[in-house]
């Protein structure tokens, strides 16, 4: 009976230790199962799916425009240098496009743009979450909570999302 009981205590010790737990997801992705405003699957221009939930502890901006709005245009360049600056800091760019000339041609878009962030479609799943907005670009800031930290409707220069971002980041 003493050996049972040993040989359980190793093995329950054994496992602690190792991480041998069952359901022991550590190793796997530390994906919330509700990150608020990022419960949002969406695909990129290349076809791949992008879980948002992923970005969680993350300052993320999410913007939505399409390729022939002024505004966006004149807007994305200063997207694309702020993930440049701050994406080793925790900072998660996503744009979201609503592709009205075509899959094809938002790819091109980003290309002769310079998009170095996300660059996903807008979809059905996209509307139920946030709406489909009247005017773009309309831009979310969402804090490392996965909250509606500002909704920015219309264009905005660099200096205006550079500071949100250094707030919530506390630079």
Not at 30 to 55: C, E, H, S
Request: with cysteine; net charge positive.
């Amino acid at each position: 009976m003493r050996k049972f009981v040993l040989m359980f205590l190793a093995i329950l010790f054994v496992g602690q230790v190792g991480g041998c737990q069952p359901g022991d997801k550590s190793s796997a992705a530390k994906i919330p199962a509700d990150a608020k405003m990022l419960n949002l699957t969406l695909t990129d221009v290349d076809g791949k799916k992008i879980d948002l939930r992923q970005f969680f502890g993350k300052v993320v901006i999410l913007d939505f425009w399409d390729t022939w709005c002024g505004p966006c245009r004149r807007e994305i360049p200063n997207f694309a240098a702020l993930y440049k600056d701050y994406k080793d800091k925790d900072f998660v760019m996503v744009g979201v496009a609503f592709a009205r000339q075509g899959t094809a041609a938002v790819k091109e878009f980003g290309k002769e743009y310079g998009i170095n962030y996300h660059n996903a479609i807008f979809n059905e799943e996209a509307a139920q979450l946030y709406g489909r907005p009247p005017s773009i670009p309309t831009t979310f800031i969402i804090n490392q909570q996965g909250q509606i930290h500002q909704k920015v409707v219309g264009f905005r220069d660099r200096a205006y999302f550079e500071n949100e971002i250094k707030k919530l980041l506390a630079l």
